[in-house]
């Protein structure tokens, strides 16, 4: 499969309807609990993608495009970019859509806290569609961000086998464990904190 790197503000609508999509399944807790259904994430991500120097804004989004223009990969990466509590509420609410019970929870803990937290360039999320894994599509989207990059870090589930061996194959390295985000009533999920030195 030939696969292109496009950077967001050169996605049509169409792509970016399927990047919010995609970016859905790469946290089972956050990204469910905060939009509730893939195809509401559709809908809501092109209205964050929108917002400047927000935590999605179009040049923190690196998709990765096949032959025919569709999505198969996504990477978010983020340095001092900003989340507005409330966000999600208006960004629903422009898409006429019920925000979901948990939303507000995923907004202040993970967007917020991340957008309040992080130093530095950071991979806020990476997600390749589960029909072109093991293609080399993760490894060429973060090839792609880490290329001018001195130092980057990230967060990885820490049960995350492919995930953590994907990290360690380009030059990241766990620093430490921690507890990540996870969704309201369940428990705390173990991740792992990565960092990339060039």
């Not at 509730?36 to 998709?63: D, M, Q, R, T, W």
């Not at 495009?65 to 983020?78: A, I, M, P, S």
């Not at 990059?149 to 953590?164: F, G």
């Not at 061996?165 to 009533?185: D, H, K, M």
């Amino acid at each position: 499969m030939s696969i292109k790197i496009v950077k967001g503000k050169n996605l049509n609508s169409a792509q970016l309807t399927d990047a919010g999509r995609l970016l859905y399944h790469t946290d089972p807790e956050i990204y469910p609990t905060a939009f509730g259904s893939e195809i509401n994430a559709g809908k809501v991500f092109p209205v964050l993608f929108s917002i400047e120097n927000g935590l999605f804004s179009l040049k923190n989004l690196f998709a990765a495009t096949d032959g025919n223009g569709k999505v198969r990969g996504v990477l978010v990466g983020c340095n001092g970019d900003l989340w507005e509590r409330g966000t999600l509420a208006a960004a629903f609410a422009q898409c006429k859509i019920p925000l979901p019970e948990g939303a507000e929870d995923a907004e202040e803990n993970y967007f917020a806290y991340e957008a309040e937290h992080e130093k530095g360039d950071y991979v806020l999320c990476l997600c390749v569609s589960p029909d072109s894994r093991g293609q080399g599509i993760a490894t060429s989207l973060l090839k792609t961000y880490l290329k001018d990059k001195k130092s980057v870090s990230l967060e990885c589930l820490a049960d995350n086998a492919p995930a953590l061996r994907l990290y360690e194959s380009v030059g990241f390295e766990i620093t430490r464990r921690c507890e990540g985000y996870s969704a309201p009533g369940t428990p705390p999920v173990p991740v792992v904190k990565m960092v990339h030195k060039a």
